[in-house]
């Protein structure tokens, strides 16, 4: 038993869903992602929206815009094969810029602040952040990969466009079990002030 709240399963779905508008994010970087996408649809999930008293409202609203730009990645990713060799090198800098400067740094945010919060309230000797740590390994790699493609001097656009928008997917799929696997624990065993002061203020991603 650890801190002031108690220990949770972890599959309990009680809370699920994004919430309208983060704060968090750095909007000039993240404008330069919408541009090239302008009419793409939000990409807000399946799940239904959460409670206004949620301890990680703020949190999941960052995601949801996060997952919004993923969208438009998403959209630029695919279309990659069918632009001139130019708009193809601009693409593939706006794309992995865009991986480098905000997932990359969320996930170590995550791994140093978020991620012990859970692990704290899971209960002793659990191990249910390993399996999200193994993935990010994963997302860097697959950054680093895309990174070396764009850096050619003859790009393979089509299997950057592949690998980006494979990425796309396994992020979607790894916010989803952060946010219906992780999260729950800490809604359900912290004050949205104790959530604010241990795990909000210090994210910078
Ligand atoms: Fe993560
Ligand atoms: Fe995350």
Not at 38 to 65: I, N, T, V, W, Y
Request: aromatic share 4%.
């Amino acid at each position: 038993m650890h801190g002031a709240g108690r220990t949770v399963k972890a599959d309990s779905p009680r809370w699920a869903g994004v919430l309208g508008r983060a704060t968090l994010m750095t909007a000039a970087s993240l404008a330069v992602i919408s541009a090239g996408c302008a009419g793409q649809p939000r990409a807000k999930g399946d799940a239904p929206s959460a409670s206004l008293e949620q301890p990680s409202r703020e949190f999941r609203a960052h995601h949801a815009e996060v997952l919004e730009h993923l969208g438009h990645v998403d959209a630029m990713a695919a279309r990659l094969p069918r632009e001139s060799s130019t708009e193809q090198r601009q693409t593939m800098q706006r794309v992995v810029g865009f991986f480098k400067e905000h997932i990359g740094p969320h996930a170590l945010d995550e791994e140093r602040v978020l991620y012990p919060a859970v692990r704290q309230r899971a209960g002793d000797g659990n191990r249910i952040t390993e399996v999200p740590i193994y993935e990010h390994r994963i997302v860097e790699r697959w950054i680093a990969d895309l990174e070396a493609e764009a850096a050619k001097s003859s790009p393979d656009a089509a299997s950057f466009s592949e690998k980006a928008v494979h990425l796309v997917g396994l992020l979607r799929a790894h916010f989803e079990v952060e946010e219906q696997v992780l999260l729950p624990i800490l809604d359900a065993t912290m004050t949205p002030e104790e959530f604010k002061r241990e795990i909000g203020d210090r994210m910078a991603h």
